[in-house]
């Protein structure tokens, strides 16, 4: 079987980011200047390396991440599968100290099983991965053998779980910042990671800038 290669990045920076203000599925905010200056850095980087297809989430920070790869003619197509996890009550909240105290909580509820848990009408760990699977039946058997994906921390933490068959509580050892990169090579019916918050496309960004 020929191998396909998964090329998965975090969408850019977007002023909730920056603000510290909860951004789930719900809050569909653009990427800002720093945003837009590594996306442009991720596409210099990698504008050759031959991307076949581009799934993206059906919120518009990781449409505007990929930008200028679709201006190319990339053909794009939205799942929301890839949308980041509800976050409930805290969404577009600022969080407080309170607040940091109770997301502490539940991440490490999640992390000893308790991935059935959500926030107030919010959703769970494991109500994410069932949604995801769809996207992983997707590129199992897309005929593109070089994909791009652009999605959400929290999200890309699960799917990165479901992707390498490990227990959901342990999601929270992907780290991520914004624009990482991931990447997958998948080949007789597995999925082996290759790349892991990958950042060096950003490394020569002005300090001032982003």
């Known amino acids: 079987m020929k191998t396909k290669k998964i090329y998965i990045v975090r969408h850019g920076q977007t002023d909730y980011n920056l603000k510290s203000i909860v951004q789930g599925k719900g809050i569909d905010a653009s990427i800002n200047e720093r945003g837009r200056v590594q996306a442009q850095a991720f596409y210099n980087a990698y504008k050759n390396e031959g991307f076949e297809v581009i799934y993206t989430s059906m919120l518009k920070r990781t449409t505007e991440s990929v930008a200028s790869f679709i201006a190319d003619?990339?053909?794009q197509t939205k799942l929301a599968g890839l949308d980041e996890i509800c976050w409930g009550?805290?969404?577009?909240?600022?969080a407080g100290y309170e607040d940091k105290l109770f997301f502490k909580r539940i991440t490490e509820r999640w992390a000893n099983g308790e991935t059935s848990l959500a926030i107030d009408e919010g959703e769970s760990p494991d109500e994410v991965a069932d949604r995801q699977q769809a996207v992983i039946d997707i590129i199992k058997t897309a005929?593109?053998?070089?994909?791009?994906?652009?999605?959400h921390g929290r999200a890309l933490r699960i799917f990165l779980?479901?992707?390498l068959k490990l227990p959901l509580a342990t999601?929270?050892?992907f780290t991520h910042t914004n624009l990482c990169l991931y990447?997958?090579?998948y080949t007789n019916g597995?999925?082996?990671?290759?790349?892991?918050?990958?950042?060096?496309?950003l490394e020569?960004?002005?300090t001032k800038v982003i």
């Open 73 to 75: 003619g990339l053909p």
């Open 190 to 201: 597995r999925f082996a990671l290759e790349k892991e918050n990958d950042i060096r496309h």
């Open 183 to 185: 990447q997958l090579n």
């Open 143 to 151: 005929d593109e053998s070089n994909i791009l994906i652009c999605m």
């Open 171 to 173: 999601m929270d050892q």
């Open 161 to 163: 779980t479901q992707l």
């Open 204 to 206: 020569k960004l002005e």
């Open 89 to 94: 009550v805290y969404e577009g909240v600022e």
